[in-house]
């Protein structure tokens, strides 16, 4: 059936091109490697990362996961980037849902332990938003995560995506089902300020 209204973005764009390294200040946020395994295994036995992104990997599991992310980037359906910086892999950050028609993307991260509590999160989704609006073309992208966690809502506050409501009972957790808050930022909306994220603790210089 034919549409009255033409796609956002014409099928092809993505898988037509090789998925991006993006360099927000002091940070690289790169396509996952084969060589990222430890990490990811590391990651997902993480028992606030199984809380809220409902999972646990094993070693194979691990290796099918980094496999996928490259096969969602070429069959339009995700992207997905190690965020990284010289000390290694620090976190997640990706689409886990692309409507490339409706020009719509839904943001999904995680981060290690040791990268919390220095704005790593917010500085990668500040620079996964803009190349989402200004490279891709995307019109909205969305953030929801569960009202009980509330590092999640700091993020996306951080990064400017606007609290749009609370959808009820909508995401099933281990725990049973939790109401969940719907962030959002339009490709119009004010942009965050770069900002440096705070080198880790056994890096930083005491100040007197």
């Known amino acids: 059936m034919p549409s009255f209204v033409a ?4 099928p092809g764009t993505v898988a037509r091109v090789p998925q991006p390294v993006l360099r927000p200040a002091g940070l690289t946020v790169r396509p996952w490697r084969a060589s990222d395994l430890a990490d990811v295994v590391r990651a997902y036995a993480q028992p606030d990362i199984q809380r809220w992104h409902v999972q646990s990997l094993d070693r194979l599991e691990a290796e099918r996961w980094i496999r996928s992310r490259h096969d969602r980037w070429r069959n339009e359906q995700g992207a997905d980037w ?5 000390t290694g892999v620090l976190g997640r950050i990706g689409l886990t849902q692309l409507d490339l028609a409706g020009g719509v993307g839904e943001v999904v991260y995680w981060l290690l ?3 919390r509590g220095r704005g790593v999160a917010a500085q990668a989704l500040g620079a996964l938003s803009d190349w989402a609006f200004d490279r891709l073309g995307l019109h909205r992208l969305e953030l929801t995560h569960s009202t009980h966690n509330p590092a999640s809502c700091r993020v996306a506050q951080a990064a400017l995506f606007a609290l749009e409501g609370t959808r009820r ?5 281990a725990d049973g089902w939790h109401d969940m808050h719907l962030h959002a930022r339009l490709a119009a909306d004010p942009r965050p300020s770069c900002q440096w994220p705070r080198p880790p603790a056994h890096r930083r210089r005491s100040v007197t």
């Open 113 to 115: 332990p040791e990268a």
């Open 169 to 173: 009972a909508c995401g099933l957790h």
């Open 82 to 86: 190690a965020v990284t910086d010289d």
């Open 7 to 10: 796609p956002v973005i014409a």
